[in-house]
């Protein structure tokens, strides 16, 4: 089992950063590939970034890119989400998760944090 637990999230106002932390306890949390994910009101969870364990692969959503970060440091078994021009439609619960493959798809994520809300103002 890994356990999750998410934290930073705050209120913001448009173009500000925040930077997401998500620490993990459990089995050995270099195996996993780290996601993280996000769920606005009356919407469904959507994808946000992944890296695998090395950190050398990483991936996201078109929606993010150029403006969100994803690092992981396995020595404290941690992962970032470094947040940057936040705009008001990235305001979402954001989760973290743990798989076992490369993809953006949130059903193949087998362990899960119980989020963080990030609220930007615009």
């Known amino acids: 089992q890994v356990q999750l637990v998410e934290s930073g999230g705050g209120l913001v106002q448009t173009g500000g950063s925040l930077r997401l932390s998500c620490a993990a306890s459990?089995?050995?949390?270099?195996?996993?590939?780290m996601g993280w994910f996000r769920q606005a009101p009356g919407k469904e969870r959507e994808f946000v970034a992944y890296?695998?364990?090395?950190?050398?692969?990483?991936y996201y959503a078109d929606s993010v890119m150029g403006r969100f970060t994803i690092s992981r440091d396995n020595a404290k078994n941690t992962v970032y989400l470094q947040m940057n021009s936040l705009k008001p439609e990235d305001t979402a619960v954001y989760y973290c998760?743990?798989?076992?493959?490369?993809?953006?798809?949130?059903?193949?994520?087998?362990?899960w944090g119980q989020g963080t809300q990030v609220t930007v103002s615009s």
């Open positions: 890296n695998t364990w090395s950190g050398g692969s990483t």
């Open positions: 459990g089995r050995t949390f270099s195996f996993y590939t």
């Open positions: 998760a743990a798989g076992l493959i490369q993809t953006p798809n949130p059903t193949n994520y087998v362990h």
